[in-house]
């Protein structure tokens, strides 16, 4: 069911969570997957992003999200928690059993609070060992590349980013995600040069849905921007709280 929604006419809207409860939300609205967003995961634990927490507690709120929801769950492990292909393979086992169907894996690294990419090669030669080793041992599993280069440059992003894209379908990723892509013209340029559904991401400057789908995008997710809009509020009510010395703010009538 997962990988169908990436081949429908329109576009399907993936829910980013990072709890159980934000998980039955989504679930109760009406959305017809779930993604977990490694930001807010991280943010609600009180670390910053970019692998910043042991892969066994992504492991426990994966299982936590899981136990509420039948929603198809897509699970951000960031560059895999791992360096080898057979440990990355072992993490996406554990996830597939606690009934995750889909993951993202992206091409950087996050280095003193800077993106940096990998090399398009290794990452791909990695890419293609992780798919075998999945096969050969029977785990089915919606492979989607996250590749950083709209982060680390988008002014000159578009060739390397279809060069990468062609050598991850050659590799075996079942999907690519291009954050902070947002420019029509290129939007284009990039479904016309792969056959890979393409994600893209909540931005300020992204076209409406509608348009989205005129241009060729399968999957838009929201990133952590849901998760910071909801921290905003919370924030505000706080003060408001503080500042009025009444319970007010909450509309508890």
Not at 31 to 52: E, F, M, P, V, W
Not at 116 to 124: E, Y
């Amino acid at each position: 069911m997962f990988k169908e929604l990436h081949q429908q006419k329109s576009p399907f809207l993936l829910c980013n969570v990072w709890d159980a409860a934000s998980a039955l939300i989504a679930e109760t609205l009406g959305y017809q997957a779930l993604g977990t967003s490694s930001a807010a995961i991280a943010t609600s634990l009180g670390k910053t992003d970019g692998q910043n927490i042991p892969f066994e507690t992504l492991l426990t709120v994966a299982k936590q999200i899981s136990e509420v929801t039948n929603l198809p769950l897509s699970v951000d492990i960031e560059a895999g928690y791992a360096d080898t292909p057979q440990e990355i393979v072992d993490n996406i086992a554990k996830l597939a059993r606690l009934g995750v169907v889909g993951i993202n894996i992206e091409d950087s690294r996050l280095i003193n609070d800077c993106r940096t990419l990998v090399d398009m090669h290794d990452f791909s030669e990695k890419l293609s060992q992780v798919k075998v080793q999945l096969n050969d041992a029977n785990i089915e599993m919606f492979i989607n590349v996250r590749s950083d280069t709209y982060i680390v440059d988008a002014a000159t992003a578009l060739p390397e980013t279809i060069e990468r894209i062609r050598r991850y379908e050659s590799a075996g990723a079942d999907g690519i995600f291009l954050p902070c892509l947002t420019a029509a013209d290129d939007i284009s340029k990039i479904v016309a040069n792969c056959s890979l559904p393409l994600n893209v991401m909540c931005m300020p400057e992204l076209a409406s849905f509608d348009q989205l789908q005129q241009l060729g995008v399968k999957r838009i997710s929201m990133g952590n921007f849901v998760y910071d809009n909801m921290l905003a509020h919370l924030e505000n009510t706080l003060l408001s709280i503080k500042q009025q010395g009444s319970f007010k703010p909450l509309s508890l009538v």
